[in-house]
């Protein structure tokens, strides 16, 4: 096995992809900038403290099930990608309040606010 070193990785065609050669002839290009996960965050169901982040200043507990996730190095604008979840059976989770700078993330149990452990990722252009 051989160990590629660098500081800088950049595309023939466009600067910001890459082709990838996954084996047996199977040729993928990933555009580097767009493709990878700029924020992570996983919080309890308190909503009082972060589990595990990444790019993510604070959690703000705004209520019961109502929960806003900021976000350290800004998204360039508030039309990026959200993906979440939570970490329990859940009947509704959504995203809302979209900002560069935050988003808020939301659950209920079908008659009301619930705290649930939560979790999100952001896909897109950094600020």
């Known amino acids: 096995m051989s160990t590629l070193r660098t500081n800088a990785l950049?595309?023939?065609d466009a600067k910001n992809s890459i082709?990838?050669?996954a084996g047996?002839?199977?040729?993928?290009?990933t555009n580097v900038q767009e493709g990878l996960a700029k924020t992570s965050i996983r919080f309890p169901a308190?909503?009082?403290?972060?589990?595990?982040?990444?790019?993510?200043?604070?959690?703000?507990?705004?209520?019961?099930?109502q929960a806003t996730v900021n976000i350290n190095n800004d998204m360039n604008d508030a039309n990026y990608s959200l993906a979440e979840g939570t970490?329990?059976?859940?009947?509704?989770?959504?995203?809302?309040?979209i900002a560069s700078s935050n988003y808020s993330?939301?659950?209920y149990n079908g008659s009301n606010y619930s705290d649930v452990g939560g979790m999100s990722q952001c896909f897109g252009d950094l600020a």
């Open 10 to 12: 950049e595309g023939v």
């Open 19 to 21: 082709t990838i050669v």
């Open 105 to 107: 993330q939301r659950s």
């Open 46 to 65: 308190d909503q009082a403290s972060i589990t595990s982040s990444f790019n993510i200043s604070s959690l703000t507990d705004a209520a019961t099930g």
């Open 87 to 97: 970490s329990e059976n859940e009947r509704e989770t959504w995203i809302q309040a």
């Open 24 to 29: 047996a002839g199977n040729i993928t290009t």
